[in-house]
């Protein structure tokens, strides 16, 4: 048995090298379908990483809560008290940090860059999850005192500090104030929006106050809460408490959003499934109709060797042996093809994650599948074919000219 | 079962065709046929030659009628038997050649074969042994493209030999040849039908049925004569 599959198999591979182009145009549907589901699939979960790290770089279990223009007139900003009474008044909520900041330009060494300085206290940098490469973060002291301490950003310390000389001690300064310098982020990119979170100078959020904005507002603040409280009736408290010390009256809109990290999360997911089905559908017509394209030429082919087959018949080859020896073609073909689909998919996948700018990640699983399903292909539109060659009569093939 | 004839014919008729269309190539062809006989089938044109052929090769099936082969009949054998009984018993020979092209003299030899499941190298070793019978083992590796017709004649014959059959059917083996490769070609038959081999050949040219035998002249679609060939005769002749 095994000799006459080996044999088959021989045979089909030496049949499609003798029509090689012919069998290339024959599988280039199954090979751009393959190419198509693979590339697509591959870059769509380079974009989920990415996009997964950035909500991540917001933290978990975090709303962040912004004030916003209404028909009223322009974003009322928030002020300490109320991020106060967001930690304390509202069950679930772990901690609450508020976050304002100016345009400045950093002086040091004689060399000057333009910047942003982010008033800020621990707590934010812990509910945000960003980590120091080198230094300490704010003290208790420095930040009820309001004191002239700074964390650079890798892009301010790159461009005004000495390369391998640590900058911790360093004195510096923003505009006209200056500060010392405690310690030195770590690299995160692109933020939300496409700001730049490495060009960046962080201090504790009452010096930015009183020597920058020269109020108490804060721009936007983060609210860290337990998982394990729902997030919808920790997002109704808020949105009542927030309501109630805005002064805003039944009816009137929120002067203020609230994004749930999770819930962008979830509505990430459910894009990308929504993305994944429409590809697959794509690609399920695109292999139809390769398959279609294979089972026409599988029918030229049987007419073409109508006298091969009533050959193999007459000298005794069963129905079943000529029905396999088509299928195993058509198989090897779709396979082959399948093949071809994805190495191009590979390189496709592997240049678009690259000129897009997000990771290329590899998913095994779509490639065996992508392959399992070119085989299938072969085996169901090769049927037809193949059964039709093993119907042939032997005296009528033998006379086929 | 011995003492039976190897092929036996009751009644076989062949209608091709149905309605008005319908045309009655055999008429009721009765013949037996016993192990080791060398048979030439002759008749005119049209007489139903190959159509008896292809229902003794098991190719084709009658009408009506009892063909028994080996004291089996076979007018009532699925498809897929009567492939078993080819590819076991049978070794057949067409009007034309008939070879696989762009395959060479040896695999086309192979094929057989590879049907009975035979492994590569049990498949080498008896193709280039029937090669040999034809002598055309120098020749083993070219395709059929590459070979005269008297050449492609032999390789049609050896894979016919090569499963060691029974009986060797022939139809007008040497219809394409002329006259000297045809007489290479009988001599070769009469080697084999030595050999134990039973023959049936058809053929046009009474010089080449002379190597037969028996010799069978059909006429419309019947048998109409039976003659015991000269073949005996000769070899006594020469002999003597
Ligand atoms: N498949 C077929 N369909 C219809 N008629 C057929 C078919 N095969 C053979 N015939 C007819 O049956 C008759 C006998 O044909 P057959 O091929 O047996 O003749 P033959 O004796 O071999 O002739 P030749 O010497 O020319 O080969 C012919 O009249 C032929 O036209
Ligand atoms: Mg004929």
Redesign the pocket.
Known sequence: MFGIFGATLLLSLREIRRHLMRSFLTTLGIIIGVAAVITMVTLGNGVTASVKEDISSLGANVYIIFPVRTERGSPRPFDEADVNAVANQIAGVEAAAGSASAAATAFHNGQNWSTSVNGVNNEFLRAQSIDLAEGRSFTAAEETAGQNVCILGPKVREAIFVPDVSPLGEEMRLDSVSCTVIGVLEERGQGGGGRDEDNVVMMPLKTVQRRFTGDDTIQFFVVKYDAAYSSASIQTGLIDLLRERRLLQEGQENDFNIIDTAQVNQALGTAIGALTGMVAAIAAISLLVGGIGIMNIMLVSVTERTREIGIRLAIGALAKEVQLQFLTEAVVLCCLGGLVGIVLAFGLSFGLAAAVGVPFVFDPMINILSFIFSAAMGIIFGYYPARRASKLDP??ALRHE | MSSDPLIQLEGITKT??SGDAA?Q?LKGVDMSIERGDFVAVM??????????MNILGCLDIPTSGIFRFRGTEVQSLTRDQRSLLRRRYLGFVF?GFNLLARTTALENVELPLLYRGESKAERRKAGLRALDMVGLVPWAGHTPAELSGGQQQRVAIARALVTQPDVLLAD?PTGNLDSERSIEIMELLTELNQSGITVLM?T?EEEMAAFAKTIVR?RD?VVERIESGTRSAQITEASG
Not at chain 2, 43 to 52: F, I, R
């Open positions: 005296i009528d | 091709f065709g045309f190539a008749g005119p044109s049209g007489s139903g030659k190959s159509t008896t009007q007008e058809v046009h059909f679609g």
